[in-house]
């Protein structure tokens, strides 16, 4: 009998944001809205351990918190503007990244490795992950929508210099593109080229020029004044 | 658009709250050591291969639908939770939403 009048279509985002717009007294939903299914069966799996003391609800709560309002493309941000500042930081960056990351307090909790690619005027990097999506969590947060899709993943590699027109992007014919996928171990960051006349700008200016984009390689940094991306 | 506008609205991490359970429940179960990220990677992605066959997935709600579908057969292999055990549990909460006056917690006994 669910399937009646009382079930709502969750399946699309339009019904979730009609959901929040709903009022709180509204009659014609006297029981609880009922969640979409795949949200049923995520409770369920959460509720079974729990009760066999598997999972700790707390310690769910702390993850959702940290990934929804602690990191993102800031914490990256904030690693390339310190290494377009400062020279010696940038060259451990690039010749080891996780002591560096790990003093910075980002580090893999999945004990991945971290790599730095940078960005010259001979080459453009550009990061993807054609298995699924693995991405840099601790600097950037959780990739976007796009990042995951089965175009993305499959372009990218094939054809870089297409996708990178698609997100605006149009290098010199003689900068080579290369394109590096991520896998369970090993996740990428790339150092984009800093602005030109951006030389003796705070770090904290610096890094609102680095967008996340420009750290996944579809992407540049923005020039002073620049809109936001 | 301003730029204010762009700050105060920003792109949320997740579309769904149910998108963020379903990520912190694997992210969780990994530190607690029940299986290793690559051991995940491996099946996910295998997932992610098999319903990219028969269309091309956005990398929204059908990757969150693809994790999930993921998460329940790696448990169910596990002998942690069954596909049979998963479905029971899941009718008790849908019977829960269905029975709980509109405004009240919603809660089952365990």
Redesign the interface.
Known sequence: M?DGI?KHDW?E?AA?AQHEAMP???PN?????????????????????T??G???PA???E??DT??NRI?PQNGARVVAKAWSDPEFKAALLADADPVLADLGYYG????HMVVVENTPAQHNMVVCT????YPWPLL??P?????????RARAVREPRKVLADFGVSLPEDTAVRVWDS???VRYLVLPMQPEGTEGLSEEDLAALVTRDSMIGTGLAKAPGE??A | MS?CA??SAP?P??????H??????T??????G?F???E???R??AT?KRH?LSR??????D???AW?ET??VF?AEQG??SGA???Q??C???AA????????P?Q?E?
């Open positions: 669910i009382m399946t985002p979730a709180h007294d509204d939903h006297p029981h609880a809205l009922l969640p979409p299914d795949p949200a049923l069966r995520v409770k369920a799996l959460e509720t079974i351990l009760q066999k598997l999972i700790d310690a769910l709560d993850i959702i990934y929804q993102g909790r999945q004990g991945e298995l699924c999506s693995c947060g959780i976007p929508g796009w990042y995951k899709s089965d175009a993305y896998t369970a171990e809109a936001p | 730029s762009e700050v792109e991490v997740f579309a769904e709250p149910w963020a359970q379903v990520f912190a429940l992210v969780h179960l990994n530190e607690a029940r290793s990220w690559a995940w990677v491996e996910f992605s992610l990219g091309e997935l956005d990398g929204g709600e990757y969150f639908r999930l998460l329940e448990l942690v939770a055990e998963a479905e549990m899941r008790r909460w849908e939403y269905l029975n709980t006056p509109h405004g009240e919603v089952i365990y």
